[in-house]
């Protein structure tokens, strides 16, 4: 009987060892740990100092990949008095209407991309130390 227990629990860690996976992204980099990745394709944070994207955690620059009519959100969390906005940069083609520059957190700004596309943007008061890229397809 002793035997019969130590092959099923051999057989019970090997069935879990065989259904886990084993990825090369780093935590928080698109897995959902440590840097808010996880969240929806075109959720945006927009912090003191970042840009991060919810969905793959990737900041300054903040990267997302949307599909050709989708709408992004950039939405300012624990910002405080701090004033941020996302503008399209001018000499990036193709561009986006950019939003105005907005203080507090909670303050949401959306563009809903309808051509394909990379878009570049900076935040208008801290130019390039803040800036994302929206890949459209």
Do not use: K
């Not at 698109?30 to 900041?59: E, I, K, L």
């Not at 004033?83 to 909670?106: C, K, N, R, Y």
Request: net charge negative; charged share 5%.
């Amino acid at each position: 009987m002793r035997i019969i227990r130590t092959w099923m629990l051999a057989g019970a860690v090997a069935a879990v060892v065989g259904c886990s996976s084993d990825s090369s992204t780093p935590t928080g980099a698109g897995d959902g740990g440590g840097n808010g990745g996880g969240g929806p394709v075109g959720a945006v944070t927009v912090g003191n100092d970042f840009f991060q994207s919810a969905h793959n955690g990737t900041r300054n620059p903040a990267q997302d990949t949307v599909a050709v009519g989708q709408t992004v959100t950039w939405t300012w969390t624990n910002t405080g008095g701090t004033s941020h906005s996302v503008e399209a940069l001018p000499v990036a083609s193709p561009s986006f209407t950019s939003s105005d520059i907005l203080t507090g957190s909670g303050m949401t700004y959306t563009f809903t991309f309808t051509a394909p596309g990379t878009y570049h943007y900076q935040c208008a008061v801290h130019g390039s130390l803040m800036s994302g890229i929206v890949v459209v397809q």
